[in-house]
């Protein structure tokens, strides 16, 4: 059984794995002082939330993109390196104007 959270409702399911990756499941969740079912389920929420980080990144380069080629607003890399090269500085600059 694998619990989604405290409060929502449990989905039940089976994984298969072969001997070996099970073998390694057994004896992290023993290193770790936790149970099989606990690694498993860490295991897939970091690798969901990894994964979702990871598409939210993406569509947010492609609306970029749609928009450059809609507008033709952008910065250079070098107009950001310099402005990040000041942050956490007493000089910290403001975010650039964007320009065609």
Known sequence: MVLLGDTEAALATSLKIDDALKGRVQ???SQRRRSPHWVMLEAI????ERE???EAFK???LASWAAYKETGM???GEEVRG???TWGTDG???VPECHE
């Open 74 to 76: 952008h910065l250079t």
């Open 52 to 54: 979702e980080a990871r």
């Open 45 to 48: 929420q970091q690798y969901v």
């Open 27 to 29: 004896q992290l969740a």
């Open 59 to 61: 569509q947010e380069a």
């Open 83 to 85: 402005w990040l090269a």
């Open 92 to 94: 910290e600059d403001a």
